[in-house]
Each structure stands twice: as structure tokens, then as C-alpha cells.
């Protein structure tokens, strides 16, 4: 393994910033997969999905699940930065807590209380998305 990957190193900015910008490079992967296999099914439909359901809509490849939670990040990233971020760190790089509180230099229980105010907010926004679509 190259030391250039070491997120101690990382650039020379430290582990937030390894961690940050392996979730912003996850993010990017996973929309760009999701967008093609969209695009391959012109226009497959969009489907609601919790985000509690998210590991479940990756394996069953539910690409436009993907994109509806990817865009109810966005949303959430223009009135709540923070908590966006924090959701990005736990579900594209897969951090725990204690990395996601080093990341974003907040403790732990900062982290635990924005998962579970992002949780709720990204729920609210995909539930009323899905009823937007239903005719």
C-alpha cells in the first residue's frame, strides 16, 4: 500500500480530510453507477426509499433510490451543512461515530444527535418526494 493513501498523511491535511474526500469520491461513484443504470432504463421511474433501507436498495441495485437519497442530501446540505456531512462520512465512507466525530472535530454525542436529526430530516424529505411521485 502506497503511503500517499495513509490517512495520516493524506496531503498533508490530516485524517479529516482522507476521510472527507473518500466520501465525497464514494458519493460521486455511486451517482455516476446510478445515474448510467438510470439513463441504460430511460428514465426507470423513481422509487421512495428510507434511509434505513439504503444497504437493502444497494444490493437490489435500486439505482434511482440512490439518486432520491443522494438529492435529499443536497437538500439537506443547504439548510443543515453540518449534518449533512456527517451523513456522508457514515454512509459513503462507512465511519463509525468515533471517526465521524475526529472528521468533523465534534464529540461524539455532537455526532450521535445530527445522525439522528439528518435521519429524521432525510425520511421527512424522501416520504413527501414519494407522495409527490404517486399519481
Not at 439505482?63 to 451543512?81: F, K, Q, W, Y
Not at 449533512?84 to 461515530?97: H, S
Not at 435521519?119 to 416520504?127: F, I, K, V
Amino acid at each position: 500500500m502506497c503511503d500517499c493513501w495513509d490517512p495520516k498523511t493524506f496531503h498533508g491535511r490530516g485524517r479529516a480530510h482522507f476521510f472527507r474526500a473518500a466520501a465525497d469520491a464514494m458519493r460521486k461513484i455511486l451517482i455516476d453507477y446510478s445515474r448510467g443504470r438510470n439513463a441504460a432504463k430511460r428514465g426507470g421511474g423513481r422509487a421512495a426509499l428510507s434511509i434505513s433501507s439504503v444497504a437493502e436498495a444497494l444490493a437490489a441495485e435500486n439505482s434511482a433510490g440512490l439518486l432520491a437519497l443522494d438529492g435529499a442530501i443536497e437538500r439537506l446540505a443547504r439548510v443543515h451543512p453540518r449534518a449533512a456531512e456527517i451523513v456522508r462520512l457514515k454512509f459513503y465512507a462507512g465511519l463509525a461515530d468515533p471517526d465521524v466525530a475526529l472528521a468533523v472535530e465534534l464529540s461524539e454525542r455532537s455526532v450521535r444527535r445530527e445522525w439522528t436529526f439528518a435521519r429524521g430530516w432525510l425520511r421527512d424529505s424522501l416520504e413527501r418526494e414519494g407522495e409527490a411521485a404517486e399519481p
